[in-house]
């Protein structure tokens, strides 16, 4: 068990690792790049250059510049500084502190939504498999994973924001509010329901694939005709037997996308303007704010990586099978 | 066994010939397109998909019928005379223009074509190197597995979505680069499967039989091995092309897919977004065909699975790569 | 061995093969910890036209050893000429012409077809990959072999799932004889089958082998199916040969003990013989072949052993004055007409000690 841990670590910084050099490559060291006049922006003179390139130590080699980006990103206390944003000169770690909060609220949120919705229509569909309920719950998986993103989103904001709103009924928020839990929990909720429903949806679809599936399977086997035939309710061969062991999987891919979006909901950020790590990103990326886009994607790439530690770890807890290997 | 029992007479007619004379043996393709034909959403999907190829093939025809290109704006008065957009169903214009004027019935045949080239080219991609990939590390194994499969499990926990914005917005966007970023971050989803597969198809007897008949290890691998992982590898990719469109559409429609004013259904959409809701046409064309096409694929790609063999379902239900949240 | 058999009479001489498979350990980097001594010095020689039968219990090492003689593993030490070349340092590709001249036939004749292939492309496979025959040619060819091992010709087309378990196992040999081999070896090839389907499969072995001159290395754990076929007999003890014998001395007077604690746990179909016949039980497990007993092998578990047994290893060996050839790797060998330990061997004399035993 420790052994497969330190190989599940030592393989997570091998791909941070992996995504920081290829960051730096990209922004820094690929042929014809210039960092020094990007930062210039458009009144470029000599003058101008030879500072930033003294300042930013652009004119250093490429492996000691290398060698100094990798060093300021390893989180030693005193060392550790992922840089001044180009365009607000704020830190980035304070950019990316404000931004935080919100991906959490929003990851919280509709990962309850989700869980609830995926696993529910997953159990339904594989307890009367080919039933009405399952081709529901079929209708239900395919629409989800047909669906992008932004065009659930798109279509509640007009449906549910716009039209209603021009209707006089203006039950939801405006795109763009956000109002921290702090200040007003009911609010914050009410701020982020639009949200939270566009990511659970696409979200559950998923869930309720792998539930049924996995749960099919589970309901196969000899252990669950067993429990049948010693006279168990069909509700707790489900619930306390079936169930149970079917959720391994889902255990792990919960693991990823609570990750995934604790690293930023780009689309939905985008749609719903919540100035999350997404949306941030998104905005840094289009000014070439390269301090701020390094930060969130190496934030970003941690928690998928960590999550990816975790989820493993908790396979190897969950079934025992795996450690073997 | 008694040896008594043995009589010569007993090899000369084997007793356990069937009966059958005259049938042909059928192939499992013709099992498997017997099967799709008895399967009415499996057509329907089919006869979706053929219509929107006709869309893009035919887009310079359509074109030519209402006499407006596809960047072309306001010709034949394509806006009235407040200068507003025409709404579908105006005179010369069936679906309707956008802001500038364009016709949004042209724009979506061109559209088509950016999503099927990029939906086909990147899975075609992805499939190849995949297979290739996955069947070179689960059949040799050793150091050359070790290594590719971390390679996969590297880029399997990538945040691809970020990684591509990041991506495209250094190198700018265009078509080929839409296509070689999504088949990237497409392979190793692929790749893995296989993998998984050829080390389980490796330790067959049939393999160690082609070994005994002096078969090489090229010859093993894609004559002997890759006919048995055929059903899988069809299953994905035809999974993966709506995974790749809504990736392309997301790109797009975040401003880093293809340029424009090329139409995508992805920056049709992202066009409208900077309009408003007040023109819902600009809005729900792009949608429904995006949706109807990547609905389409995602049933026939359900179908296809099944009528290949319906215990594969376990195998797609591990993790897979989802599109953007 | 006789020293009188000429040696043109061999067509396979193996020569103290070894094979280890390593036990490798490590996160990132393996290193050997260990190692698995399936084959552990084995030497056989095979004669031209003979069948060699080979026994031993599951996990003995019998399919490691078909499988180095094939040359399906490298091997870890030891020698394999065949028809006089020396095949034990070859590499794969090396091998490949070689592969001509001996085949083999697997246990499973579910596993061992590629499911999704036909019939005639699995049966003309050794064709393609040898470059002998194309096209019509291979077809007629493919088509003569199906004849030969009693299969309808018509079938080419169809796929191995349309075929029984018996009809599989005749087209596993029709592949194998595609390249008129010398010699086949034959891993099994009636355990998977039905009882009433075996006979049919070993009468087909037997008239190909009248037919094509053909010499075949035998392995089985079915005892009376290998009487039936063998001419000698080789018994495998955890990846050692124990006793080689011709067939009738084997099964008349064997002489190590293990062979005869095998023998008589063969099922015999008369009731009458099957219950005065004294049954030799061995205790315990047989040993792991990761950590072998020293000396011999077998002398955890048997009846004769003595403090020599653990320490000094017996070689395979005829007994002097012996002019059939018969082999044994014993200290001890059992002496004809000597009863091995006897008496616990049934349940019911069990069942009987205890109520002896029993306060009345």
């Known amino acids: ?88 000169h704020l830190p980035v770690t304070t950019i990316i502190a404000q931004a935080v909060p919100i991906d959490i609220s929003l990851a919280v949120g509709s990962a309850v939504i989700w869980m609830v919705l995926g696993i529910s229509v997953g159990v339904l569909a ?37 039209l209603l709103t021009i209707h006089g009924i203006a039950i939801f928020p405006k795109p763009g509010s956000y109002t921290p839990i702090t200040t007003n929990p009911l609010e914050w909720a009410h701020d982020l329901i639009l949200p939270w429903i566009t990511l659970a949806l696409i979200t559950a679809a998923t869930y309720s694939r792998l539930t049924r599936s996995s749960l099919l399977e589970v309901l196969g086997e000899d252990y669950i005709r067993t429990a049948r035939a010693k006279g168990l309710s069909e509700r707790r061969v489900v619930y306390r037997h079936a169930l149970r062991s079917s959720l391994t999987p889902i255990v792990t891919q919960f693991g990823i996308d609570l990750a995934t979006v604790l690293g930023g909901a780009i ?53 025992p099978r795996v450690r073997v290997s | 066994m008694s040896l008594s029992t043995v009589d010569a007479a007993a090899t000369a007619v084997p007793p356990e010939e069937p009966a059958v004379k005259g049938i042909e043996g059928r192939t499992p393709l013709q099992l498997v397109v017997q099967r799709l034909r008895t399967d009415r959403v499996a057509i329907i999907s089919v006869v979706v998909i053929v219509l929107i190829i006709a869309l893009a093939i035919g887009a310079p025809l359509i074109a030519a019928i209402t006499g407006h290109g596809p960047t072309d704006t306001n010709v034949d008065n394509g806006t009235d005379a407040n200068g507003q957009p025409l709404p579908p169903g105006s005179a010369g214009y069936l679906l309707g223009t956008d802001n500038l004027g364009r016709d949004i019935l042209v724009r979506i045949a061109y559209g088509a074509r950016v999503s099927l080239i990029v939906g086909v080219v990147a899975t075609a991609i992805a499939t190849i190197v995949g297979v290739v990939v996955g069947l070179f590390a689960g059949y040799y194994g050793g150091w050359l597995d070790s290594i590719l499969a971390r390679i996969m499990d590297v880029v399997l926990s990538f945040p691809y979505v970020l990684f591509a914005i990041v991506l495209v917005s250094v190198f700018g966007s265009s078509l080929p680069l839409t296509i070689l970023v999504i088949a990237f971050f497409s392979f190793a989803a692929i790749g893995r499967i296989v993998r998984g597969q050829a080390l389980s198809q490796r330790e067959k007897e049939y393999v160690e039989a082609a070994h005994s008949l002096g078969a090489g290890n090229m010859r093993i691998m894609f004559v002997d091995i890759l006919p048995n992982l055929v059903a899988p590898v069809i299953v994905l990719a035809t999974l993966l092309i709506p995974t790749a469109i809504i990736f392309e559409a997301t790109l797009s429609f975040l401003g880093l897919g293809i340029a424009l004013p090329t139409p995508s259904w992805g920056n049709m959409l992202s066009d409208a977004e900077g309009v408003g809701f007040q023109a819902w046409w600009f809005y729900i064309f792009p949608m429904i065909f995006l949706l109807l096409t990547t609905l389409a694929f995602n049933l026939l790609g359900d179908a296809v699975r099944d009528a290949l063999d319906p215990r594969t379902e376990r195998i797609f239900a591990a993790r897979r790569k989802k599109k953007p949240a | 061995m006789p020293d009188t058999a000429v040696d043109g009479d061999v067509l396979l001489n193996a020569d103290e093969i070894v094979k280890h498979f390593p036990i490798k350990e490590g996160i990132f980097f393996k290193h050997q910890v260990g190692s698995v001594k399936a084959v552990d010095g084995v030497s056989l020689k095979v004669r031209r036209g003979e069948t060699l039968g080979l026994v031993g219990e599951t996990g003995c090492g019998k399919s490691t050893l078909a499988r180095c003689i094939t040359r399906l593993f490298p091997l870890t030490s030891g020698h394999l000429t065949f028809d006089g070349a020396d095949l034990s340092k070859l590499s794969r590709s090396q091998m490949r012409p070689y592969r001509r001249g001996m085949q083999m036939i697997f246990q499973d004749p579910y596993g061992s ?9 699995i049966i003309g496979d050794p064709l393609a990959i040898h470059n002998i025959a194309s096209g019509d040619e291979r077809k007629k060819r493919v088509q003569g072999l199906m004849e030969v091992v009693g299969l309808n010709p018509e079938h080419y087309n169809r796929f191995p799932a349309e075929f029984s378990g018996g009809q599989r196992q005749r087209i596993g040999v029709a592949r ?18 039905d009882v009433s389907i075996q006979a049919q499969i070993i009468n087909l072995l037997e008239d190909l082998q009248g037919e094509f001159g053909l010499t075949y290395v035998f392995i089985a ?49 008369d009731p009458d013989k099957a219950r005065v016949r004294d049954r030799i039980i061995l205790t315990g497990d047989v040993p792991s072949p990761i950590n072998p007993p020293s000396g011999c092998r077998f002398h955890t578990r048997c009846p004769k052993a003595q403090a020599i047994c653990s320490t000094e290893e017996p070689l395979l060996q005829t007994a002097a004055g012996d002019p059939a050839g018969h082999m044994t790797a014993c200290h001890f060998p059992v002496a004809e007409g000597e009863k091995l330990a006897s008496g616990k061997a049934t349940i019911l004399h069990a069942v009987e000690g205890f109520l002896a035993e029993a306060p009345s």
């Open chain 3, 221 to 269: 754990h079915d005892l009376a199916v290998v009487q039936h076929v063998s001419d000698r007999v080789a018994v495998m003890y955890l990846g050692k040969i124990v006793e080689v014998a011709d067939v009738k001395d084997l099964y008349s007077t064997p002489r190590h003990p293990y062979t005869n604690a095998l023998l008589s746990a063969s099922v015999v179909a």
């Open chain 3, 113 to 121: 077809l590629n499911s999704r292939r036909r019939v005639g492309s």
């Open chain 1, 126 to 162: 594989a307890r009367r498999p080919r039933s009405l309920w399952d081709r529901g719950a079929t209708v239900f998986v395919l629409t989800g994973v047909s669906m992008p993103t932004f065009i659930l989103g798109l279509l509640l904001l007009y449906v549910l924001y716009y």
């Open chain 1, 267 to 319: 689309i939905t950020e985008s749609i719903f303007g919540l100035p999350g790590l997404g949306l941030a990103v998104v905005q840094a990326i289009e000014v070439q704010n390269l301090p701020v886009v390094i930060g969130i994607v190496l934030v970003a790439s941690f928690f998928v990586v960590a999550a990816n530690i975790v989820v493993d770890a908790l396979y190897a807890v969950l079934d």
């Open chain 1, 1 to 88: 068990m420790t052994r497969f841990l330190i190989r599940r670590i030592i393989l997570g910084l091998v791909t941070l690792w992996v995504i920081i050099t290829l960051v730096f490559i990209l922004y820094y060291a690929r042929p014809g790049v210039d960092p020094a006049r990007e930062l210039a922006g458009r009144a470029v003179t000599p003058a101008l250059l030879a500072n930033i390139n003294k300042a930013y130590g652009f004119n250093l080699p490429v492996y000691v510049q290398y060698w100094n980006y990798l060093k300021r990103l390893v989180p030693i206390p005193g060392q550790f500084n992922l840089g001044i944003s180009n365009n607000n």
């Open chain 3, 176 to 193: 194998a004889l595609a390249l008129h081999p010398k010699l086949i070896v034959c891993d099994e090839p009636v355990s998977a089958l």
